[in-house]
């Protein structure tokens, strides 16, 4: 046998070395559809707990909206289950290309094209549109997918400093040899909250002769006044040559994500790109619950505007409370206690108030930096805010960290 | 320090320290282990250390291990300045 027990050792003792880190990841099996109250079974074989969740991507609360599961119903029963091919063979339907025209006027961009996944449209992308004549200079802290489409990519790779507009700018003096120059960032950085300066990026990259591409998954459908995402909050719609985003976070939350932008760079990820030339085509039940998506984000802002409110709300109750959070204005809230530990130890308890939040700390976010991100939607009432907040304060106040700033929580548990 | 040692250790600063980030550096600070340099950002270091001193440095020699600290990156420039 190839598996050999030196082998299973072996990786037995790496899965263990992960557990002695503290670094070990285990699921929580949700009993019921994503909504803003779960019941949750953890550990596995517990008792179910009914909690308020604080940690989904269901900003818009359409994860488990009746009008969507409606349609997606409808959509299995006129385009079936699967289509048993990729795109360009025989797996696009009609509702494909009508979920791409949406996504296109919607994003206010020339073309789209839809990929099984926001992290294979970031993964095929650079690839399709760039060769080793090229640069892409990317934000320190853009996600993980991007860094990996990065990789695959020929194109020369350089960073600049989070959100810095001046190294930024350097960057792009430093590589005006290069054929062309790639601004790569987030639009809403995942593990921060903040929202990318699109603007000014926009106006270096006028500047510097340099494209712009967007990774919007965490913007998409509620920031900006109509919710757009980050182009539309910074007032540079039509700017952007590559906005890439995602369906499984605020947009129903199920799956598939897209590269939408210059039809001529859309085409060459039709054209070249891996991930959507060698995986299936996005299921028709899938594209038939997005097209309901699209027709409800359009047809009024009241979700997004929701999600606005209960956004200042939470910050405000949390900043009350003297907790000391990342100053931002998406729902992305992060609540920063800096020591891994302490964050773990936070989370816990957490949720035996009933609040399921989860801590965050190094490798997915900086050493030092720990912390519970928390995330609003427009699923929660404030009653659910005011007894996460609740929650909160009583924990906090166990550990003796309310009021303390960044300083002083160094201090008394360290990085 | 030697100049070498401070020179780059002035780069480390400028290109990698976020201004409210309150860490010291030395030169033995491990930087790719201690999470103050991703692998990924590592290149515009290997970068400015081939322009600023006309060398090249073979990626198989430009590992994390070598690049960890300010000591070890200023052995690997002596290195290949001699070669």
């Known amino acids: 046998m190839a598996y050999s027990d030196t082998a299973r050792k072996a990786y037995q003792d790496e899965l263990n070395s992960i557990r002695e880190a503290g670094l070990f990841k285990s699921e929580r099996f949700i009993h019921d559809l994503q909504d803003a109250e779960i019941e949750v079974e953890f550990p596995t074989g517990a008792e179910l707990k009914t909690v308020i969740n604080m940690c989904a991507n269901n900003y818009l609360g359409l994860s488990g909206h009746e009008d969507i599961i409606t349609a997606a119903h409808a959509g299995l029963d006129h385009r079936g289950y699967g289509m048993s091919s990729v795109r360009f063979i025989c797996g696009t339907q009609d509702i494909h290309r009508e979920l791409e025209n949406r996504l296109t006027e919607f994003l206010g961009t020339e073309d789209t094209l839809l990929f099984p996944s926001c992290m294979d449209a970031n993964a095929g992308v650079f690839e399709a549109v760039l060769t080793d004549e090229d640069v892409m200079i990317a934000d320190r802290l853009v996600h993980a997918s991007i860094i990996d489409g990065m990789r695959l990519c020929k194109a020369m790779n350089d960073s600049y400093k989070h959100s810095d507009m001046k190294h930024l700018e350097r960057k792009l003096e430093e590589h005006q040899d290069r054929r062309y120059r790639m601004i790569i960032t987030d639009g809403v950085f995942s593990m921060d909250g903040d929202l990318a300066k699109l603007d000014e990026i926009v106006a270096l990259a006028e500047k510097y002769d340099a494209l712009v591409f967007v990774d919007d998954s965490h913007a998409s459908g509620f920031i900006g006044k109509t919710g757009r995402g980050v182009h539309e909050h910074c007032g540079v719609v039509g700017k952007i040559d590559i906005i890439t985003t995602t369906l499984g976070k605020a947009l129903g939350g199920a799956s598939g994500g897209c590269v939408s932008g210059r039809a001529e760079l859309v085409e060459m990820c039709r054209q070249r790109a891996r991930p959507y030339l060698f995986s299936n085509t996005v299921a028709p039940v899938i594209v038939s619950g997005a097209l309901k998506v699209m027709d409800i984000i359009t047809s009024s802002t009241e979700r997004r505007d929701k999600l606005e409110a209960n956004t200042k709300y939470w910050r405000q109750l949390l900043t009350d409370i003297g907790l000391d959070l990342k100053a931002g204005e998406s729902p992305i809230v992060p609540v920063m206690l800096y020591n891994a530990k302490l964050a773990q130890d936070v989370a816990t308890d957490l949720y035996d108030e009933g609040i399921y939040a989860v801590g965050f700390f190094f490798p997915v976010v900086p050493q030092g930096q720990a912390r519970i991100r928390t995330q609003i939607s427009a699923a929660h009432e404030i009653h659910h805010l005011d007894k996460a907040g609740e929650a909160f304060r009583k924990v906090g106040e166990k550990y003796g960290i309310l009021g303390l700033g960044k300083k002083e929580l160094i201090e008394k548990f360290g990085m | ?83």
Do not use: C, W
């Not at chain 2, 790719?32 to 515009?44: H, L, P, T």
């Open chain 2, 1 to 83: 320090m030697d100049e070498l040692k401070q020179m780059i250790l002035d780069y480390v600063y400028d290109e990698y320290i976020e201004e409210d980030d309150d860490r010291e550096v030395d030169e033995n600070t491990p930087l790719i282990s201690g999470g103050i340099v991703d692998s990924f950002s590592m290149v515009s270091l290997k970068r400015f250390l081939e322009n600023k001193f006309e060398i090249q440095i073979p990626d198989a020699d430009a590992s994390p291990e070598a690049f960890d600290t300010v000591v070890s990156i200023a052995e690997l420039v002596e290195r290949f300045k001699n070669a």
